[in-house]
């Protein structure tokens, strides 16, 4: 069964620490995903990579950054996490395969990690 | 500009009846097109996906999407609905080449009443 798993389900931490949330996934796939979920948003893209030591900016980079040094392993960091980064944080993998085929493109996503700064 | 629309933020159905969730797109072209369901507290998981062929849909628990191109509308069903249905439903696109992002709608979340 494919999986992807979150370090934490629940955090908290104070404002201005250095917080390190940790997605890692057993599909082999190359692309990875963070994005933020508040309520009447939706989700929110941060960042995503497409391949070890490759990123690109989402939609919301401001106040993140992001490290793959394993495939299987990406994370989201938050340098001096302040209170407005309060959210639920998903992860997601995903593997490009052929275009056409059924299981291009799909996401597969962690539970999710709260994180409460205070 | 790309964007999905769900435009119930949120539905309120008795068991047993009938679903209807919305989801309109806007797109340059006919992109790929997903329903996700969030349960209280969790990830989220894959109800179905359209890629071409055959525009109606089947999915797990039940659900079917039946894409309409004239409408640029792809939304979700269930003839009978279960309290296990409450949840959040998100509708999303994704480009059918290039970057793998997907663009997500805001949400329906939908409330059973026994």
């Known amino acids: 069964d494919v999986k992807v798993t979150q370090s934490s389900r629940y955090l908290v931490k104070r404002t201005g620490e250095k917080v390190f949330l940790e997605c890692v996934q057993d599909?082999?796939?190359?692309?990875m995903f963070w994005y933020r979920q508040d309520p009447g948003l939706g989700l929110r893209l941060i960042y995503f990579?497409?391949?070890?030591?490759?990123?690109e900016k989402g939609d919301i980079p401001e106040g993140y950054s992001v490290s793959r040094e394993k495939k299987e392993r990406f994370s989201l960091i938050l340098e001096s996490a302040s209170t407005n980064q309060t959210s639920m944080y998903l992860c997601?993998?995903?593997?490009?395969?052929?275009?056409?085929?059924?299981?291009?493109?799909?996401?597969?996503f962690g539970p999710g990690t709260r994180l409460t700064v205070l | 500009a790309q964007s999905v629309t769900q435009p119930d933020i949120h539905i309120t159905v008795s068991e047993g009846a009938s679903l209807e969730l919305r989801c309109n797109y806007s797109y340059g072209a006919t992109p790929y097109l997903f329903w996700y369901v969030q349960s209280p507290g969790q990830g989220l998981q894959l109800l179905l996906k359209y890629f071409s062929g055959d525009t109606l849909v089947q999915g797990i628990k039940g659900f079917e999407a039946e894409f309409k191109r004239s409408q640029s509308s792809f939304n979700l069903r269930k003839p009978s609905v279960h309290w296990s249905d409450a949840a959040e439903y998100f509708c999303a696109v994704a480009p059918t080449s290039g970057t793998y992002k997907y663009i997500f709608g805001t949400g329906t979340r939908l409330k059973v009443l026994a």
């Open positions: 997601a993998s995903s593997s490009p395969g052929l275009a056409g085929l059924s299981s291009y493109n799909e996401q597969f």
């Open positions: 599909m082999d796939h190359e692309n």
């Open positions: 990579s497409y391949d070890v030591k490759m990123k």
